[in-house]
Each structure stands twice: as structure tokens, then as C-alpha cells.
């Protein structure tokens, strides 16, 4: 698998908001024309495989689940237009009730305490499931970034949430992922589903002071240093996020490499598959040098360990190989184009 995110299409579309306010068009404006036919096609001949497509339940249901047709419709034409582009695609619940994957780096998410949040978890679902659940080629991921208070209890949250969906879309490959933001180290805790059509994803971030450093969304002074890569770490832990950030020492290659071993192990034992469907570097924190270097190291070990990848992100939202109309970004030379892509980027990408 080989393939990219399309984030901030259906997801996170309150942070495209933000960028620019007075030019924002409204939820279903910029749906219609954020990504379309032209980008499906791109990304099949850039030669990618498959697109991973979020979904925040919010854009696309009210407070009670009821569907919001118009939303949804355009996600049949989204879905429609991936499929037939000759791309398979990963649908991902990227935010649900009662859990948001950032809120998570703060607060504990009342998902994993009120059943009622569960409830209409279940709910979207059984709805998501129904429209897409029997198209070839769909894959369904159950939700982005747990972050349960404990491995068991995501162990039991995710065995609910796939037992349910699983009644309803019988044929679909199921993505799960592990606890606290699909970090490697919680692969250790991981419980299998008892299915054979799973795949397991991991998120790769390592070290997250290098690929979120000066991230405005990331809250803790670790964040505000400036690091290369490779390079060696002091780092000093203020407490203000909820993030592990027990990576002090050296980072290189091989300290990436037994990172992820753990999501090794679990696939051995388990003889499970397993994906990486999430995994970049803040456009705004590390000098390109040492960004690519870390792509190179990371795409590298994908490729000699067999595991199949989604990057984040095809356009916008900070990690795009696109960059179009983010001001902040503007002025950056990797987007100095017409196009506005980051080509050495796309190389590395194109090249693994």
C-alpha cells in the first residue's frame, strides 16, 4: 500500500477555517471545491494506490446522528469518483461523539466513559457502514487516534466497535488502530480482533519534538526548540501536554528503526497485517533538510520491513505535498511553483 490522506476535505475543516477566515466559503462550498476529479487523478499517476479520506462525524451528521444528505452526497461523489479513478480507499472516522484526537493531548474524552457517546458512535456508523460498507475496495477505520485512559479499555471499545460494523459490512476490511494516537509503543498492549479481514495501523511521528517542533497546536516549551535530524535531544517535559515525550538521547535511522519494533513483534505473533496510514513532518518547525532526511529514514524502513503507508497529507493542513492558499506558507521555497507542490517531496514519496 502506498498512498495518501486527504485530510481537510471532510476533516479538520474548522483548521482550514482558521487559516483564512473572510475567504472561507462555508462547510459544503469548500467540500465542492477543495479536492476532485483532477486531484484522483493526480494522485493515480503519481502512481499511488490508495487514499485514506477522514471524516469528522460532526460535517456530516447532527447532534442526534441524523445524516446530513447534502454532506453525505457529496461524499457518495467522493467515494464514487476515488473508486473509479482506480484507487482504493481507507474511510476514516477521524473524529466521533465525545472523542476529538487533539482534545485528547488535554483532557480525558468522554467517549470512553459514557456509554451514550458510544451509543451515537454506533450509530454513524451503522450508517457509514450501510453506504459504503459493500463497495470493493473500501476499507473502513474504525477511529482515528484512540486515546482511551488504558489499553484494556480501548481493547474492549474497538472489539464493540468493530463487532457492530462487522454485522453490517460483512466483505470490508477493517482498520484498527492502537491506543494513545496509534503510537508503536501501545502495539505491546494491543489485543487482536478475532477477524481475519484487519488491518493494525501505527502512526509514525518519532520523535514528535522534531516532526511537530514550533507546531502552534502542540502546547509545551519541548515544542518551541529547534532540532535537526539526525540529531540529539535534551528535552524537558513542563507537563502541559498529555504527549509522551520520553525521547531524550539520539535519533537517527536506527533509533526509528527500534521504535517500531514493537509493531513488528505484534505482526509476527499475530501474523497480522499491518499499515501506516499517518506519518509526516510540520511544515513550519524543521529546515528541509532535515525533513527529508527524516521522509528518507522512515520510508526506508517501511519499505525493508514490508509496511505499507499513507502520508499526511496530500494538500494543506500544514503537511501537504500541495500548499495552496495557506498563507503562512506562501513565501515557502519547497511550494516556489506554479503548481505549489513540494517536488523534492513528492520524489522521496514517489521513489519508496
Known amino acids: 500500500m502506498r498512498g495518501v490522506n486527504f485530510g481537510g476535505w471532510f476533516s479538520q475543516v474548522d483548521a482550514i477555517e482558521e487559516k483564512d477566515p473572510s475567504g472561507f466559503p ?78 485528547g493531548t488535554m483532557r480525558d474524552q ?9 451509543r451515537d458512535c454506533l450509530r454513524v456508523w451503522e450508517q457509514l457502514a450501510e453506504r459504503y460498507g459493500h463497495r470493493r ?22 472489539d464493540e466497535l468493530a463487532t457492530a460494523v462487522r454485522k453490517i459490512a460483512p466483505r470490508a476490511p477493517l482498520v484498527i488502530g492502537s491506543n494513545l494516537w496509534c503510537g508503536a509503543a501501545q502495539f505491546e498492549n494491543l489485543r487482536p480482533f478475532d477477524d481475519d479481514n484487519v488491518l493494525y495501523c501505527v502512526h509514525v511521528y518519532n520523535p514528535i519534538v522534531f516532526t511537530h517542533q514550533r507546531a502552534p497546536w502542540c502546547a509545551g516549551s519541548a515544542f518551541k526548540e529547534s532540532r535537526n535530524y539526525p540529531g540529539n535531544y535534551a ?3 513542563d507537563g502541559a501536554s498529555r504527549l ?3 525521547e531524550a538521547g539520539r535519533w537517527d535511522r536506527d533509533r526509528l528503526e527500534r521504535s517500531l519494533e514493537p509493531v513488528i513483534r505484534f505482526r509476527e505473533r499475530y501474523s497480522a497485517r499491518v499499515v501506516c496510514d499517518e506519518f509526516g513532518v510540520y511544515m513550519g518547525g524543521p529546515d528541509l533538510a532535515s525533513r527529508y532526511a527524516w521522509m528518507r529514514d522512515i520510508l526506508g524502513i517501511f519499505r525493508e520491513q514490508g509496511i505499507g503507508w499513507s502520508y499526511w497529507n496530500y494538500k494543506n493542513l500544514d503537511f501537504g505535498i500541495i500548499s495552496a492558499g495557506e498563507r503562512l506558507f506562501e513565501r515557502s521555497p519547497q511550494y516556489d511553483n506554479a503548481a505549489r507542490i513540494d517536488v523534492e517531496l513528492l520524489d522521496i514519496l514517489r521513489a519508496s
Open 244 to 246: 509522551s515525550l520520553d
Open 235 to 237: 528535552i524537558a517535559d
Open 137 to 158: 475496495g473500501v476499507m473502513l477505520e474504525l477511529l482515528n487516534e484512540p486515546v482511551a485512559p488504558s489499553a484494556e479499555v480501548w481493547n474492549e471499545v474497538k
Open 110 to 118: 468522554a467517549f470512553f466513559s459514557d456509554a451514550r457517546h458510544r
Open 26 to 103: 462555508g462547510l459544503t462550498e469548500h467540500i465542492r471545491g477543495f479536492l476532485g476529479p483532477v486531484d484522483f487523478a493526480r494522485v493515480k499517476a503519481w502512481g499511488f494506490d490508495h487514499v485514506r479520506l477522514p471524516l469528522d462525524w460532526q460535517n456530516a451528521f447532527d447532534r442526534s446522528t441524523r445524516p446530513n444528505e447534502e454532506v453525505l452526497r457529496l461524499l457518495d461523489t467522493a467515494v464514487d469518483g476515488i473508486l473509479g479513478g482506480g484507487l482504493e480507499l481507507i474511510l476514516d472516522l477521524h473524529k466521533c461523539p465525545g472523542h476529538d484526537f487533539l482534545d
